[in-house]
């Protein structure tokens, strides 16, 4: 983007000067366009990769801007957390071996970001969102020191005056109320590029948006947040609602989101999508361009700065190389990972439906509807390679039985067209046919793993991520991974992990007007030995103990209990512990203050509880193993 002052929609006159700014670009592009100064007849192709940060307990890593700063990468780039950071390939020509080409940049630049992030004590995980993330994270200790992302968050924050709501709901359900853009930090995507002719951009682009289904059905990879299993491909909910701007109450008419698929086909030029952005969507950041030099091809810095805060799924790019203005299309629908292999799978998938389904569909707007190829994109994120999708002429197929009996070929003919080397193609098509064939995505893969893993532990959400970081340093495709093995660690290894890593999360709790006689049903029924006391906004406020109870049924007549309010007998002075608190320090804590539970509190709210009972059962899995520890044959769960 070049230097420039960016600063935010705060001022009013920045703001209608920056507008003035973009019109004119607009009006540039457009001359641009009519004077046919755009470059045609060159196809390119390039990455984006986003990536996690983990420290050895596979937890976030904010070593962001110190690996940053130990590196003189130019294709190395920070992003909006500080356990993140983006990777960019250099453009290559389409063709011959450029998918090889592009995997090996990829391995390249991991390498490069891996070894300086082990000089931090590092490590990168490639995955849509990781498993070990906490609702914590997205807060603003977490976000890139950067004046650019603080602008952003205060002014995409202004524009929503209150809170962000997140709700999904799959497997399991999430809502959450959060006041900071951070949550977007909480995605990490592969995206891909495709420089395109400008007279072929409005049919390329609409066959673009009706591959985006059964791409995205094939390589979902983001099945968790924050301990819930929701969509397939959860990044696809969470990112349009982490930085949805539309304000609460403005549902009797229509807002277009920030993150958005469209709102219909291209019917003639790019202009129309950059037209209908800057109609729906007002500047969150504005900025005074650096001054094209005389007879410099204009570099259009407005333009592209008000189109970087707009997250089309498929995003129109303006750009210029070798001093040449050129169009591409950005593919933001792929998550990171599960490997370099399957990254480049999941895009040479895409290109080869690009040019395949242009010669068999001709025009996608005389095929099947713009709502039914939205409607598909939605199922596919949510389903996966079992989602259901209304194909050409009305057509319904699963999304597994089309990619295997029909896109298949269709993207082999495709990259045969591009010129794409045939034994490239084959070695990358093959990968997407395999994984259709055995259903592991790096999603099924996730949650098979979670499935086994959850039978040992509370909270596997670490070892599940050190599994996949494991298969991910080999860069074998995630359909021959195997499954996690559960390791025995040490008991030096278990003192040293967080509590996070153990507590129980699905907690039974109370409330301080509840009769005592709930309390007892309560222990009774779940078989449990302490049940937390919570007020109306979840803030703990008290324990009640089975010694607790007993005690109370020993000096009262039973008959009058029903009477008898919990805060009548809890014990209101409570010992906890944050989530981050080794094993060792709780054992230590719970010893010295004689307390056989401790409850888990971050921001005076109840998160967790581990007792006595756990950590025996980690000192049994440690000395005797996972079965044997759990009584031998399946292990129950928590």
């Known amino acids: ?68 700063s130990s590196l003189s990468d130019p294709r190395i780039t920070p992003e909006l957390g500080t356990f993140n950071l983006e990777a960019n390939t250099e453009p290559l020509l389409m063709g011959g071996d450029c998918l090889r080409r592009m995997e090996a940049q990829l ?22 969102i990781l498993p070990t993330l906490e609702v914590r994270h997205a807060s603003l200790e977490y976000m890139t020191p950067t004046d650019r992302y603080a602008r952003l968050n205060a002014a995409m924050t202004a524009l929503r005056g209150g809170a962000y709501h997140v709700f999904i709901k ?84 229509f807002f277009a989101p920030r993150v958005d698929f469209g709102t219909g086909w291209v019917g003639d030029s790019v202009l129309e999508i950059y037209r209908e952005d800057i109609a729906r969507h007002r500047a969150v950041l504005t900025a005074t361009p650096a001054a094209d030099r005389e007879g410099e091809t204009p570099r259009l810095r407005a333009l592209q700065l008000f189109n970087s805060t707009v ?63 939205r409607g598909n994109f939605f199922s596919a994120a949510r389903f996966g390679l079992e989602a259901p999708l209304t194909w050409l002429d009305g057509r319904q197929e699963h999304a597994r039985d089309l990619v295997l009996e029909e896109l298949l070929e269709v993207a082999a003919a495709g990259l045969e067209r591009a010129g794409i080397d045939g034994e490239d193609a084959s070695r990358y098509l093959s990968v997407i ?16 793993a979670l499935s086994q893993l959850r039978g040992y532990e509370a909270t596997p959400w670490a070892r599940l991520t050190d599994a996949m970081l494991e298969r991910q340093r080999e860069n074998r495709p995630v359909h021959e991974w195997d499954d996690p093995v559960v390791p025995r660690r040490s008991i030096a290894e278990r003192l040293a992990r967080p509590l996070g890593a153990h507590m129980k999360r699905d907690l039974v709790t109370v409330q301080e007007t509840d009769p005592v006689t709930l309390a007892i049903r309560l222990m009774k029924w779940r078989r449990i030995r302490h049940l937390p006391v919570e007020d109306a906004d979840q803030r703990l406020v008290g324990l009640v103990t089975r010694s607790t109870l007993f005690r109370f049924l020993s000096e009262t007549d039973r008959p009058g209990s029903d009477e008898v309010s919990i805060s009548d007998i809890m014990q209101a002075d409570l010992v906890t512990a944050p989530a981050a ?46 079965e044997a520890a759990h009584g031998g044959g399946r292990p129950r769960p928590p």
């Not at 070894?115 to 004590?121: I, M, R």
């Not at 909910?237 to 109450?249: E, H, I, K, M, N």
């Not at 439906?353 to 039914?372: A, C, T, Y």
């Not at 046919?433 to 098979?448: K, N």
């Open 1 to 68: 983007m070049g230097t420039q002052r960016v600063g935010d929609r705060g001022d009013a006159g920045a703001v209608r000067e920056f507008t003035s700014r973009l019109l004119a670009d607009l009006d540039r592009f457009e001359r641009l366009l009519e004077d046919g100064r755009l470059d045609s007849g060159t196809t390119r192709i390039g990455a984006e990769l986003e990536m996690f940060l983990v420290d050895s307990g596979m937890q976030p890593s904010s070593t962001g801007p110190s690996i940053l």
């Open 107 to 128: 391995v390249e630049l991991l390498d490069v970001v891996r070894v300086a992030a082990a000089a931090h004590d590092s490590d990168v995980v490639l995955v849509g």
């Open 170 to 253: 799959g497997i399991d359900e999430i809502e959450i109320q959060h006041r900071t853009v951070m949550l977007e930090a909480c995605n990490t995507s592969f995206q891909v590029h495709l420089q395109v002719d400008p007279d072929r951009f409005a049919r390329v682009y609409n066959i673009g948006l009706l591959a985006l289904a059964p791409l995205l059905s094939v390589a979902t990879n983001s099945p968790l947040l924050f301990g819930r299993r929701l969509w397939r491909e959860t990044r696809i909910a969470l990112f349009q609602q982490s930085v949805d701007t539309r304000r609460p109450g403005t549902e009797h008419r």
């Open 311 to 373: 997250y089309r799924w498929l995003r129109p790019c303006y750009g210029v190389t070798d001093g040449l203005a050129h169009l591409r299309i950005e593919n933001r629908v792929l998550p990171a990972g599960p490997t370099p292999r399957d990254q480049v799978a999941n895009a040479a998938f895409w290109y080869g439906l690009l040019f395949g389904l242009d010669d068999i569909v001709g025009d996608p707007m005389r095929r099947i509807s713009f709502d039914e190829v």
């Open 433 to 448: 046919g395999a994984r259709a064939e055995s259903r592991r995505t790096g999603s099924a893969w996730m949650l098979r």
């Open 581 to 626: 608190l080794s094993v060792a320090d709780a054992i230590r804590l719970m010893r010295a203050r004689g307390v056989s539970s401790l409850p888990i509190v971050e921001d005076e709210r109840l998160v967790g509880l581990v007792t006595e009972r756990d950590f025996l059962t980690l000192a049994a899995e440690a000395l005797l193993g996972p």
